[in-house]
């Protein structure tokens, strides 16, 4: 069975730093494209990362939102996708899932319809 389990979150400062994990289970990361994505309280979901890529390739994006300040990457022996988030805003603050997509390909997009979704991690930044 497919499971994607998040872990990380928490309350943290402004200008703090956290890691979000994603660990999966039931797949091998090498043949499915990652997103994490967040929401906050009255909005849209939002696509905040995403990671592929196979045979030691890999590609990633982010959104002009967390450009600069959040890293996205994984590790395939862990079978884990990690989000390191820095410099942390009070409007990073939402419930951070991640999600699967299988894809063969070597790029990724938040946009995609993903399939399998974890179950979310709070971050709340805030003094």
């Known amino acids: 069975q497919l499971q994607l389990v998040e872990s990380g979150g928490g309350l943290v400062q402004p200008g703090g730093s956290l890691r979000l994990s994603c660990a999966a289970s039931?797949?091998?990361?090498?043949?499915?494209?990652i997103g994490w994505f967040r929401q906050a309280p009255g909005k849209e979901r939002e696509g905040v990362s995403c990671?592929?890529?196979?045979?030691?390739?890999?590609?990633?994006r982010s959104a002009d939102s967390v450009k600069g300040r959040f890293d996205i990457s994984r590790d395939i022996a862990k079978n884990t996708v990690f989000l390191q988030m820095n410099r942390l805003k009070p409007e990073d603050t939402a419930v951070y899932y991640c999600?699967?997509?299988?894809?063969?390909?070597?790029?990724?997009?938040?946009?995609?319809?993903?399939?399998?979704w974890g179950q979310g991690t709070q971050v709340t930044v805030s003094s």
């Open positions: 999600a699967a997509l299988l894809s063969s390909g070597t790029v990724c997009e938040t946009s995609w319809s993903y399939e399998y």
């Open positions: 990671i592929s890529g196979s045979g030691g390739r890999t590609y990633s």
């Open positions: 039931g797949f091998t990361l090498d043949y499915y494209a």
